[in-house]
């Protein structure tokens, strides 16, 4: 069913990816993404990556639309400028759990790029027990700091401010926009992805996302992450691939 859609924000990792253990860009989605911004949609990006990453990937790509990083406390349009959502840094949060939990984490690059939101990377060996990792350090960090919070986005543990979330930068770019919640779309992959798709007009996941996002979207891709993707915009968006 086709949907005018004057908006689409699409996350990173896992969806404009080949997969979801891969850092290389799907080709298809790229074409797919650069067909809908002709056509005259804005196309933002939604990710907890640095924001340089997320503005490189907008600018190279060739989109339109707002970069949206550290899980959503920073947003950067080059008619808005940088704009942080939260006046709150988890820096020192941050450096007491890599402190603390090496055994489980190591550090991530990314950090010497951030603001708010600070990475920390699951070494391999406690992979498979990502969830009971997550809930410890989750915890640590909640009954210790008051206003931050630990998720894992299925690529790196991000240790943040509760009062920022992909959400709240969603909304503040559909503002500026001037567009309605319901006039836009959304694709992701991580349940991390919930709190932002469940305010747009049509949410979906692609066909390799976390169970708990599929079950909270209005609809399930049958293809993987950019397979996806390129699956949306033709079903939704009626731009042949």
Known sequence: MLM?????????DGTITVSR???????????????????????????????????GLTRYIGLNGFSI???????????TGLVSLTKLSARGVYLDVLNLFREYVDDSWQNGFRL???????????R?????VVSMLREYVESRYEGFTVDYSG?????????ADKRRAVLYVLERLGVD?????????????????????????????????????????????????VE???????VQC
């Open 181 to 229: 919640p319901s006039e836009a779309g959304g694709v992701g992959d991580s349940y991390m992805d919930a709190s932002f798709l469940s305010v747009l007009g049509v949410s979906a996941a692609v066909g390799n996302a976390d169970e708990e996002l599929k079950k909270s979207v209005s609809v399930v891709l049958s293809k993987p992450s950019g397979l996806g993707v």
């Open 232 to 238: 949306f915009v033709e079903k939704f968006i009626g």
């Open 116 to 126: 708010h939101d600070f990475e920390l990377l699951l070494k391999s060996k406690y």
């Open 155 to 163: 690529f790196a543990l991000h240790v943040r401010p509760v009062e």
């Open 21 to 55: 253990s891969s850092y290389s860009l799907s080709l298809p989605a790229v074409n797919a993404l650069r067909r809908v911004v002709r056509k005259g949609v804005v196309v933002s990006l939604v990710s907890s990556a640095a924001l340089p990453i997320v503005m």
């Open 128 to 132: 498979s027990r990502s969830s009971e």
């Open 69 to 79: 990083g550290e899980t959503g406390c920073l947003v950067y349009s080059d008619s």
């Open 4 to 12: 005018r859609l004057k908006a689409l924000f699409l996350d990173v």
